[in-house]
Nanobody, 122 residues
Framework: QVQLVESGGGLVQAGDSLRLSCATS????????MAWFRQAPGKEREPVAL???????DYADSAKGRFTISTDNAKNTVYLQMNRLKPEDTAVYYC????????????????WGQGTQVTVSS
C-alpha cells in the first residue's frame, strides 16, 4: 500500500525559503511520477511541480525560477525547495504519486499525502 507523508511546512516571512519533504513507501513499480500540488482557501487545487522516475521535472508558471523539485531515491523521498516565498504561496501543500508519466492533472493521481500548511506573511 502506497503511503505519502509530507513534512516541512510552517510560517515564514515573504522572501524566506522553506523545504518540504514527502517520504514515500509501498511503491510497487519503477516507473512513476511525483508531484506537489497546493490548495489555498476557497481555491481549487493547483499543480506546483512534477518529477518522474528519471528525474525529468516540470513546473507551474508560479513556481518557475523560485521552486525546485528533487528526489532522493535512496530515501524514497521527494523534496520541494521553495525560495523567495510570497504571501500568495500560502496554501496547504500536498504530495501526490501516480504510476506512469507525469501530469499536471490532479485527478490522475491516486495517491496523496495528508498535506502540510505553508503560510507566508507579508
Amino acid at each position: 500500500q502506497v503511503q505519502l507523508v509530507e513534512s516541512g511546512g510552517g510560517l515564514v516571512q515573504a522572501g524566506d525559503s522553506l523545504r518540504l519533504s514527502c517520504a514515500t513507501s509501498g511503491r510497487a513499480f519503477s516507473t512513476y511520477a511525483m508531484a506537489w500540488f497546493r490548495q489555498a482557501p476557497g481555491k481549487e487545487r493547483e499543480p506546483v511541480a512534477l518529477i518522474n522516475w528519471s528525474g525529468d521535472a516540470d513546473y507551474a508558471d508560479s513556481a518557475k525560477g523560485r521552486f525546485t523539485i528533487s528526489t532522493d531515491n535512496a530515501k524514497n523521498t521527494v523534496y520541494l525547495q521553495m525560495n523567495r516565498l510570497k504571501p500568495e504561496d500560502t496554501a496547504v501543500y500536498y504530495c501526490a504519486m501516480k504510476y506512469g508519466s507525469r501530469s499536471f492533472v490532479h485527478n490522475l493521481y491516486p495517491y496523496w499525502g495528508q498535506g502540510t500548511q505553508v503560510t507566508v506573511s507579508s
